[in-house]
């Protein structure tokens, strides 16, 4: 009990978000480049805390931004990844196609 | 757990009978377990820096170094006190093996560098160039990643479950140096056991997965070795301080001014394996071109307008809570009472320490950052790397100046 609480405790203002990067991980191989998207639209609000504890969960894979510390989006790193895990929100993205969708997010890997 | 069970042993195994070499007399075994752990701990992890990541390839290289060193016979003495502190760290034990390191900074930086290594089996240069998240600290020094890497090659996998137990197995090696320094300063087995007690708590640091309880392992060690005249060792294990967080580059510097103001300017030289240690290092994330934010771009602009408008960092100093105000007041009391002996006797220690205190005061006047960020996040764990080496010096200064009470009661 004590135990599951410390593992969750890292993610914890994000519910959801470290069963989300584990399912990831699962569905990706290492050298996937992963795009992460989340609804939040500042670094500082959300942003942050999600693609940090990303890091982890996701190593072998590239794990880029699609927001900046300035609050600016990385239209740079949509172009390089080939994955997109999406936290509690749909993005449409051309050139992408939902190959899973969970109760906390989705994975969408590059078809063009 | 039997992967980390067979690490500390492989450790012991190697760093024992090097220590061993290494240290001033009397070479005997049993109070040298503490120092072996450390040093062993680092032998373990340099074999990742140079040979490949196999299992069978680094055990086969560990139990040949300890063979190769294990040519004299001992004859151990048992000392059954210490057996005590390594049982009070029985709940520790089950603090830090009780999940995987929660810290953000073990899941952004330590951790992080560790599995994403073990994942290419080497030390992925490229990884720490392209980092995007400035947490990642591409320039910190890699003993404590390596140190987890070595466990997850004898398991053949990663799982970081019990990762915990290696900041256990500092925080004992740290307390068994302390008791036998207690020893050898007091030669009372009641006050060494005494003192290794009440520092457990400065060795047992909270921040399970982060580098610091290694580094004050390491520091205080060396320091408590480098006071006694312990010069090679002490070197070492300043050496290796320095491998496992950037401090412990200042903390050579700081320990040389140490011994150049006790006027041991001869040990002054004999420091040179501290500087040799952490060489490979800084030579490599040159030649990778690794950034060091303190060090980034105008680095002398940043200190001037830090020291010109210091009201920010005074307020950010003064608002971190450091805790523990009782020991702070003991702290304070038992430096006055024993003040004149910690001048005399204690001039190394104290230079040393306040030097360091001074160089990270120099951090936070050179970081890029913003200052109540910045020392908001460090200011506790920087404060407990110097804390152990001074309390020790404090409590056998007490109880030096005791004795001499005790001895002589018309002088006090």
């Known amino acids: 009990m004590l135990a599951a609480r410390e593992v969750a405790l890292p993610y914890q203002k994000l519910p959801g978000s470290r069963e989300l990067m584990l399912q990831v991980r699962a569905l990706t191989k290492p050298g996937d480049v992963i795009a992460i998207a989340a609804p939040f639209p500042k670094w500082d609000q959300g942003y942050a805390y999600l693609y940090t504890r990303a890091l982890y969960p996701l190593t072998g894979r590239e794990v880029l931004p699609l927001l900046d510390d300035h609050d600016r989006p990385r239209a740079d790193n949509l172009a390089r990844a080939n994955v997109i895990a999406a936290y509690r929100c749909e993005p449409r993205v051309p050139g992408f196609a939902i190959v899973w969708h969970g109760r906390d997010g989705m994975l969408m890997r590059r078809i063009r | ?230 010069l090679t060792l002490g070197a070492i294990l300043l050496g290796l301080a320095a491998s496992t967080k950037n401090e412990g580059l200042t903390l050579i510097a700081a320990a040389a001014i140490g011994l150049f103001c006790t006027g041991r300017k001869r040990d002054v030289v004999r420091l040179w394996p501290a500087v040799l240690i952490p060489l490979p290092w800084l030579i490599a994330r040159s030649l990778h071109q690794l950034p060091t934010d303190i060090a980034a771009g105008g680095v002398v602009a940043r200190v001037v307008e830090h020291a010109l408008h210091p009201a920010p960092l005074f307020a950010a100093l003064s608002s971190v809570s450091l805790g523990k105000p009782l020991y702070w007041i003991a702290l304070a009391i038992g430096i006055a009472i024993a003040s004149r002996t910690l001048v005399t006797r204690e001039r190394f220690i104290l230079v040393a320490l306040f030097v360091q205190f001074a160089c990270y005061l120099g951090a936070y006047l050179a970081t890029p950052f913003d200052v109540a960020w910045h020392v908001t996040w460090s200011w506790e764990r920087l404060v407990a790397h110097l804390t152990p080496a001074l309390t020790y010096v404090v409590l056998v200064q007490l109880v030096a100046r005791m004795s001499t009470a005790q001895t002589h009661p018309t002088r006090s």
């Not at chain 2, 057996?83 to 520790?92: F, H, K, M, P, S």
């Not at chain 2, 404590?144 to 900041?167: E, Q």
Request: aromatic residues 12%.
């Open chain 2, 1 to 230: 757990m039997i992967a980390e069970a067979c690490f500390i042993a492989l450790a012991l195994a190697v760093g024992l009978p090097l220590t061993l070499r290494l240290s001033a007399p009397p070479r005997e075994p049993v109070p040298r377990v503490g120092e072996g752990v450390l040093l062993g701990i680092a032998i373990c992890t340099a074999t990742l820096a140079i040979l490949p990541w196999s299992r069978w390839i680094v055990i086969a290289t560990i139990l040949l170094i300890a063979a190769i060193a294990w040519k004299r016979v001992f004859t151990p003495r048992p000392r059954y006190d210490a057996l005590l502190i390594l049982a009070l760290l029985l709940g520790y034990a089950l603090y830090a093996m009780l999940a995987p390191p929660p810290e953000y900074d073990y899941l952004t930086n330590w951790g992080f560098k560790a599995k994403a290594f073990f994942e290419i089996r080497g030390i992925d240069w490229q990884f720490l160039g392209r980092s995007i998240d400035r947490n990642v600290h591409p320039d910190y020094p890699l003993l404590l990643p390596l140190t987890y890497d070595f466990i997850a090659i004898l398991r053949n996998g990663w799982n970081d479950a019990h990762l915990g137990i290696v900041h256990v197995a500092f925080a004992a090696a740290l307390l068994l140096v302390i008791h036998e320094t207690a020893w050898d300063d007091t030669r009372s087995r009641i006050v060494a056991l005494f003192i290794a007690i009440a520092l457990i708590p400065f060795a047992a640091t909270p921040w399970i997965g982060l580098a610091e309880g290694p580094f004050i392992a390491y520091a205080t060690a060396a320091l408590l070795l480098i006071r006694r005249g312990d």
